[in-house]
């Protein structure tokens, strides 16, 4: 339950922070630093919603899952065999 709070309480202070700078620009007064705000803004949104990079362990996870995929397919293939017939 400490945790939840704890989670909770970080959850309200970055939805806070990021909804105060979006407020921040719509108090310039001049129009092309309004802008460059907004803009920046939609950049450091577009760098957060960018997915993260494929790394060398999630391309082994993968490679590792075909694998017991096709393992299982053989297995599978040798199990209806007719052994001795």
């Known amino acids: ?7 909770l309480t970080a959850l309200a202070i970055s939805t806070t922070t990021a909804s105060a700078v979006e407020q921040n620009c719509r108090f310039i007064q001049a129009k ?3 802008e460059a705000c907004y803009k920046r803004q939609e950049e450091e949104l577009a760098a957060r919603r960018k997915p993260a990079p494929a790394t060398a362990e999630s391309n082994t996870l993968e490679t590792l899952r075909q ?3 096709d393992d299982d ?13």
């Open 67 to 69: 694998m017991r995929q």
């Open 1 to 7: 339950m400490k945790y939840a709070f704890a989670a």
């Open 32 to 34: 092309p630093d309004r």
């Open 73 to 85: 397919a053989v297995y599978r293939s040798i199990n209806n065999i007719c052994r001795g017939c």
